[in-house]
Structure formats: structure tokens, C-alpha cells
């Protein structure tokens, strides 16, 4: 054999063994992954509270479903024997099917999103809830391209040796929201001063309440005397977050009651303050505002 001859032939075997690799590759088409919420506008979400300056993931409800459709089509002398579908950000499997022979799929299935496939965006998350959060409103904010999901396709040749694998992903966008603190009232404290001595008739009294709030707004407190009466308070906190409350009183004999304030809805309240009173009686007695159940 010529060397010439010799020479053709070699580039003719080598070309016809990347033609008969490239289409034993060549088994799968229209291939695709997709991935919508469920449910319309109802996305995978991290919510965040804003807690002492600080934005804290909370414990969130239940994640919705996405709804995923496979597709993949076979060509040539291909057919398709199998499939999975998986999170990247989880890495774990949570849809596959196997030992099929199928010419075409169009599989469709809901998953529920899981709390460890939203780890990875928990501090992107944070970062939005920092940068856009408002202290008195509840911020929304998508996080693009979101959760990452990876699907892997099989198909094997029909009457020889070769295989195809092909990878497609999908994205599904997660709600971040921003909630503002919450109005708390951080702390109550109650104080009697007097006006000179508890020991001389008349003596008055000052009954002091000091609340501090973590913002604006407004509350309702109940000021309990030793005997079961009581009296509801209504007060707002400006900018400063501090609220004064005072009472005052005038006793004309001696006197043996105690104080004591509960923030409503706040688990907030004082510890019973004495307000005690020792001096010979003259004339009159107990004075103060006019109703006796707010004394």
C-alpha cells in the first residue's frame, strides 16, 4: 500500500469514528426543566423581624409547592431510560425515575420547597431586610434568580453502544419580607414620693409611673390599689420613648395602701409600691380625684 493510500485511509477511519461517536451523542431533543409556584404570586419566603436594631429570621409558615414539568424527546435510535430532579442549593434528590424505555417524557409534579433549600439565601435575605427594611412598615423584596434546581436526563442508542446526558436547571424567586420591631414597652417603673413628712397631717403624695418603649406609639395600663380596685390608663410614646404618669393624692389621717401597674399586652408590670401614711387625724380624711376606684 501506497503511503499515499495508507494515509487516506487512516483520515477516513479516524473521521468516520468521530461520526459514529458524535451520533451515538446525539440521542436527546427538546429537552427542558421549568418551575412555577403553584399557586399564583404565593413564592418560597424568608421573613425577617427587626428585633433591637437587628433584623431575625423568624420561623416563618409552611413553604408552598412548586410545580415542575419534564420534557425530553428522543432522537435518532435513541430512547430515554431515566431522570432526576434535584435542589443545587440543598443538593439533595427529591424526584427520579428509572428502568424505562421511553421514546418521549412530559412528566409534571409538585414538590413542597423546604426550609433547608432556603439556607443558602438566608444572609442575601438579611441584607435586603438591612439596606431596604423601614423601622414602621413591612418591606417586600424578590431575591432573583432565587432557588436553583438541576434535572438530569438519560437516553441509551437502541441497537448500539452509546449514551447521551443531558442537564437543564430552572429558577423559582423567593419573597424576602422585611417586618418592622414590633411596638413593645420595654419597661415600667412605679415611685411614691412625698411633700414633706408622712408623720404630719395633711401629707401629700406623689404616685409616679416611668414607662420606656422601643419606638412610637400607643398602650394601656392598669394601676391596681392594694384592695382590688383599679384604674385603665391610656398612653402614647413619642420619638423619645419615654412616658410619664402622675397621680397625685392628699391624705388627712394615717393611711396603709400599696400600688401596682400591668402594661396590657405587654408582659410588663411593677412591683407593689408602698404608700403609707402615719400622722394624727383632723379633720376630713382621704382625698383625691373624685371617683373612689381610681384612687
Known amino acids: 500500500m501506497s503511503k499515499l493510500l495508507k494515509t487516506t485511509v487512516l483520515a477516513l477511519a479516524a473521521s468516520a469514528a468521530i461520526t459514529g461517536a458524535a451520533q451515538s451523542a446525539q440521542l436527546l431533543q427538546q429537552v427542558s426543566l421549568s418551575a412555577s409556584p403553584d399557586v399564583p404570586n404565593k413564592l418560597p419566603k424568608l421573613e425577617y423581624v427587626l428585633k433591637d436594631g437587628k433584623y431575625v429570621l423568624g420561623k416563618g409558615a409552611e413553604q408552598p409547592f412548586v410545580k415542575f414539568r419534564v420534557k425530553a424527546k428522543k432522537m435518532n435510535d435513541g430512547r430515554i431510560v431515566s431522570y432526576r430532579v434535584e435542589s443545587q442549593d440543598s443538593g439533595k434528590k427529591f424526584a427520579s425515575a428509572g428502568a424505562f424505555y421511553e421514546k418521549k417524557i412530559d412528566i409534571s409534579f409538585k414538590h413542597r420547597v423546604r426550609g433547608d433549600e432556603l439556607n443558602a439565601l438566608v444572609s442575601a435575605g438579611r441584607k435586603i431586610c438591612e439596606t431596604q427594611g423601614d423601622r414602621d412598615k413591612v418591606v417586600k423584596q424578590l431575591i ?67 414607662f420606656k418603649t422601643n419606638k412610637p406609639g400607643t398602650f394601656k395600663f392598669n394601676l391596681y390599689r392594694g384592695d382590688g380596685e383599679f384604674q385603665s390608663v391610656t398612653k402614647t410614646a413619642g420619638e423619645s420613648g419615654i412616658v410619664i404618669f402622675k397621680k397625685h393624692y392628699t391624705f388627712k389621717k394615717a393611711t396603709d395602701r400599696k400600688y401596682l401597674i400591668a402594661v396590657m399586652g405587654h408582659p410588663i408590670s411593677t412591683q407593689w409600691v408602698p404608700m403609707k401614711v402615719k400622722c394624727n387625724p383632723k379633720t376630713g380624711g382621704f382625698q383625691t380625684a373624685p371617683k373612689p376606684h381610681n384612687n
Do not use: N, W
Open 144 to 210: 432573583k434568580p432565587g432557588l436553583r434546581y438541576k434535572m438530569v436526563v438519560r437516553a441509551v442508542a437502541l441497537a448500539r453502544k452509546g449514551e447521551d446526558i443531558e442537564h437543564r436547571q430552572a429558577r423559582v424567586p423567593v419573597q424576602v419580607i422585611c417586618h418592622p420591631e414590633k411596638f413593645q414597652v420595654k419597661d415600667a417603673d412605679l415611685t411614691v414620693k412625698f411633700d414633706g413628712s408622712p408623720f404630719s397631717c395633711p401629707v401629700k403624695a406623689t404616685l409616679t409611673a416611668k
